[in-house]
Each structure stands twice: as structure tokens, then as C-alpha cells.
């Protein structure tokens, strides 16, 4: 299940993980400093959603998902995601300067 803050953040598209360095979370962790579980998925939570639909969608329309992604869920694969990534915070687009 989605939470209220991907809810709303896909009606404001207002790139809610390149935010300004005024944001409390830019104090509460620096650069290189591993973020926890919860953190890491609210500041992410637009991407992490994108992504988990994009993938739900492939498997509905290629009928991957009977084989591929049966019992998977929304928490599962951030749950992958975050062990898979650096668990740090990118105050800007990955990739800009």
C-alpha cells in the first residue's frame, strides 16, 4: 500500500527528492551518512513509487508477473531497493551538478 506522501506527491510533481538544502532532512543527515528505512523511503517515495508501478505494469502487460512478481509487494521491493542502494540522501538530481 502507498502512503499519503506518494499519494499527493504524484499530483504535485514537484521533484519532492530535489529539494532546496533549507529542508530539516538536509540537516539531519550528511553527505555520505546512511539514512534509515523509513527516511530513505519518504525521501524517495515518488521514485520508489514510479518505479514499483512502471515494473507492475511490464508484468500485467507481458504476463511477467504471473512467473516473475506473484507474491511481491510495494514493501518488499523497497525493502530490495534500499539494500541495494547506498542508503544516503542525494540533495540533487544523480547525475547534474
Not at 538536509?26 to 519518504?42: G, K, L, Q
Not at 508501478?53 to 507474491?71: D, Q, V
Request: hydrophobic content about 25%; overall charge negative.
Amino acid at each position: 500500500m502507498v502512503n499519503e506522501h506518494v499519494k499527493d506527491a504524484q499530483y504535485t510533481a514537484n521533484d519532492s527528492h530535489q529539494q532546496g538544502f533549507d529542508s530539516d532532512d538536509e540537516f539531519a543527515y550528511r553527505a555520505h551518512e546512511p539514512m534509515t528505512i523509513s527516511d530513505w523511503e519518504t525521501y524517495y517515495s515518488e521514485d520508489l513509487y514510479n518505479m514499483w508501478s512502471s515494473l507492475r505494469t511490464y508484468g500485467n502487460t507481458t504476463g511477467a508477473r504471473a512467473y516473475c512478481m506473484e507474491h511481491a509487494s510495494y514493501t518488499d521491493f523497497v525493502e530490495w531497493c534500499y539494500e541495494h542502494s547506498s542508503k544516503c540522501m542525494y540533495p540533487s538530481k544523480v547525475g547534474t551538478q
